[in-house]
T-cell receptor
């Protein structure tokens, strides 16, 4: 009964390919996030959606495009993959508003992307 | 530009003793500060938080201290247990965003 799930867990692909990572949460949260953990182990926010609306869009190449079909899902599409995109990508969710502390984010297990 | 820094990449402590993890930040606008714990191949899990208007928060074996004037916070784990061996991330929150430190790997020795 996973709260935040991501698929796939591992993804190995070649430069230039297009790939997607899926994320689903069953916590009833209204806000979802994508983070990237780079080789230096820093977790950095990439995007955030609140009720399917983009609220955070950090300085990320436009090859990265998030898509939120509904509140429970936030997918990440990456076009023309580059070697530097190799990292672990984490999805997270939280509740903004009266129902809970928005700063408390729940993370998925991560997707390790390797670009060769 | 890292706004949250954890200067100790690793910490080794004997079981039963105190673990002290430190974190420094630069942005005085942060509303909340959090500690996350991460095991290998898993996502970070929320451990404890503190509001910027408090100076201490305690939850069982975990206590977080905040010194706003020094822009410094610490996490105390007492007593340390083998299951506490993990990577601990300090994070700070403002405007719906969490900024993370690089993490401190804690190893609890039997």
């Amino acid at each position: 009964d996973t709260a935040v799930s991501q698929t796939p867990k591992y993804l190995v692909t070649q430069m230039g390919n297009d790939k997607s990572i899926k994320c689903e949460q069953n916590l009833g949260h209204d806000t979802m996030y994508w983070y990237k953990q780079d080789s230096k182990k820093f977790l950095k926010i990439m995007f955030s959606y609140n009720n399917k609306e983009l609220i955070i869009n950090e300085t990320v190449p436009n090859r990265f495009s998030p898509k939120s079909p509904d509140k429970a899902h936030l997918n990440l599409h990456i076009n023309s993959l580059e070697l530097g995109d190799s990292a672990v990508y984490f999805c997270a969710s939280s509740q903004i508003g009266d129902r809970g502390p928005s700063y408390e984010q729940y993370f998925g297990p991560g997707t390790r992307l390797t670009v060769t | 530009d890292q706004q949250v820094k954890q200067n100790s990449p690793s910490l080794s402590v004997q079981e039963g003793r105190i673990s002290i993890l430190n974190c420094d930040y630069t942005n005085s606008m942060f509303d909340y500060f959090l500690w996350y714990k991460k095991y290998p191949a898993e996502g970070p899990t929320f451990l404890i938080s503190i509001s910027s208007i408090k100076d201490k928060n305690e939850d069982g074996r975990f206590t977080v201290f905040l010194n706003k004037s020094a822009k410094h916070l610490s996490l105390h784990i007492v007593p340390s247990q083998p299951g506490d061996s993990a990577v601990y991330f300090c994070a700070a929150y403002v405007d719906y965003k969490l900024s993370f430190g690089a993490g401190t790997t804690v190893t609890v020795r039997a």
